[in-house]
């Protein structure tokens, strides 16, 4: 038999490995990952001139760090890269493809050359999901956002809020509340002074008693007897106070 035989026929041995697991395994399937598409990734850009600059009319969901502002004579957006030397750079909005362009002035052809879609240092990428339609786009960057009045109340909506208000002060002190009708009938009632009742002071006569100092008086009085014809002698006595004597 041939060495190659008895190799054939030889059993064979697999290795064993140390390591050992245990526990549940649970197969999921394949996730699907959607990667997020910016529109400058989709934009088969071209260069293209601008004889000025755009207005401000930017939505404010693209605005990103793009900003209005005048920078060396030059008005319209910027954006600020502190890491550049220059720090602030002039970009463009294209409304066509939704993406932020970088500009350049072309001094001898006096124009703005839009030369590439601003990259990733200029912070300034829209994703293909952001995009909204015309109608959709919210408020507009530069545009005042009117706020909302408050309409004024009605001649209808004033009686019935004065009348609760009345209804409410009754059921609050028990009392009506007040009306122009009352208000005008205390005015008039205030108006009007009441003088105090004049106090009558009535005097009665007071008997006064003054002590008198009284006196005694003596008068001989001389008669004749009518049976006898003699003359008789009387001794009266007579009491006056001092006022009879004055």
């Excluded at 699907?32 to 001139?49: D, K, L, M, Q």
């Excluded at 755009?54 to 404010?60: F, K, S, T």
């Excluded at 006569?205 to 006196?215: D, F, G, K, N």
């Amino acid at each position: 038999m041939s060495i190659i035989a008895k190799s054939c026929c030889a059993p064979r041995t697999e290795p064993k490995s140390g390591l050992t697991f245990s526990g549940n395994v649970t197969l999921r399937p394949r996730s699907f990952i959607v990667a997020h598409i910016t529109t400058r990734e989709r934009w088969g850009f071209t260069p293209y001139s601008i004889e000025e600059r755009g207005e401000r009319d930017v939505p404010l969901i693209y605005l990103r760090t793009a900003q209005w502002r005048t920078v060396r004579g030059s008005t319209g957006y910027f954006v600020n890269i502190p890491t550049r030397p220059a720090q602030y750079y002039p970009v463009e909005f294209n409304h066509d493809f939704v993406c932020w362009t970088e500009i350049t002035w072309n001094a001898p052809n006096h124009r703005w050359d839009v030369v590439r879609p601003t990259g990733p240092d200029y912070r300034c990428d829209i994703f293909e999901d952001e995009v909204q339609t015309a109608g959709q786009v919210g408020p507009i960057d530069g545009q005042h956002i009117p706020t909302p009045r408050t309409p004024a109340p009605s001649t209808e909506d004033k009686e019935e809020e004065r009348r609760s208000e009345g209804s409410k002060n009754m059921a609050e002190t028990g009392a009506p509340g007040d009306t122009t009708e009352e208000e005008r009938l205390a005015g008039l009632a205030e108006s009007i002074h009441i003088n105090p009742p004049v106090m009558a002071i009535i005097t009665e006569p007071v008997e006064t008693t003054t002590e008198r100092s009284t006196y005694l008086r003596w008068e001989v009085a001389e008669e004749i007897h009518p049976q006898t014809g003699h003359r008789v002698s009387h001794v009266a006595h007579t009491a006056e106070d001092e006022a009879a004597l004055r």
